[in-house]
């Protein structure tokens, strides 16, 4: 069974930098667009940002310039560095493998941006 397993969520004041950590288990990992998802309460869940196999990456506007993906297709893990924390990015993050018709999703983890 596929299973994605996120991390380092927490709470940090505005400004600052946390970085999200997703590892996923039983997939061919290099073929997978690997993604970042929020969903912040009361609203629906929101691309943040994406990365194919071969590094191209895509971000919603509302990250670009503070939250750079990556991943390491040796160890299975995708990233998601933010910096620049606004209130606005408080939500639960949510790590998503995806190709052609297959999709999955991780449990998700809970950032809090408050001072």
């Given at each position: 069974?596929?299973?994605?397993?996120?991390?380092?969520?927490?709470?940090?004041?505005?400004?600052?930098?946390?970085?999200?950590?997703?590892?996923?288990?039983?997939?061919?990992?290099?073929?997978?667009?690997?993604?970042?998802?929020?969903?912040?309460?009361?609203k629906q869940r929101e691309l943040v940002a994406t990365i194919t196999g071969?590094?191209?990456?895509?971000?919603?506007?509302?990250?670009?310039?503070?939250?750079?993906?990556?991943?390491?297709?040796?160890?299975?893990?995708?990233?998601?560095?933010?910096?620049?924390?606004?209130?606005?990015?408080?939500?639960?993050?949510?790590?998503?493998?995806?190709?052609?018709?297959?999709?999955?999703?991780?449990?998700?983890?809970?950032?809090?941006?408050?001072?």
């Open positions: 069974q596929v299973q994605l397993v996120e991390s380092g969520g927490g709470l940090v004041q505005p400004g600052g930098s946390l970085r999200l950590s997703c590892v996923a288990s039983r997939i061919w990992f290099k073929l997978y667009v690997m993604g970042w998802y929020r969903q912040a309460s009361g071969g590094g191209t990456t895509n971000y919603a506007d509302s990250v670009k310039g503070r939250f750079t993906i990556s991943r390491d297709n040796a160890e299975n893990t995708v990233y998601l560095q933010m910096n620049g924390l606004k209130s606005e990015d408080s939500a639960v993050y949510y790590c998503n493998a995806a190709l052609s018709n297959s999709q999955y999703w991780g449990q998700g983890t809970q950032v809090t941006v408050s001072s």
